[in-house]
């Protein structure tokens, strides 16, 4: 196997990884009670726009638009996830 192929291999392994992060955010998203997760959002620590803190569940379609996406949107649907699973003290990667 060359370098380049190498690249790629670790590309996708890179890639499944955060696609897991942003599915484990979603689960908690969209399966913990709304109350739960809107007072975990509301940490003012958290890198989120406040309508997003006050709606989980368009927060979680946020994230899912992001998740095959092939731009810019993919690596923002894995910061927020961070975000998301920081807040419920969850594991980030």
Known sequence: ???DQLGIVRDRTLTL??????T???GHLTGTDHATVTAQLADPSLN???HLRRDPVQLAR???????AA?????GAYKGAQQVLLAAGL???
Request: charged share 25%; proline share 3%; glycine share 6%.
């Open 24 to 26: 484990r955010a979603i």
């Open 71 to 75: 731009d810019g949107r993919f690596f």
């Open 62 to 68: 946020l994230l899912a638009d992001g998740l095959y």
């Open 17 to 22: 990884a955060r696609r897991a992060v942003i």
């Open 48 to 50: 989120l726009h406040d």
């Open 91 to 93: 594991p980030t990667n």
């Open 1 to 3: 196997m060359d370098l």
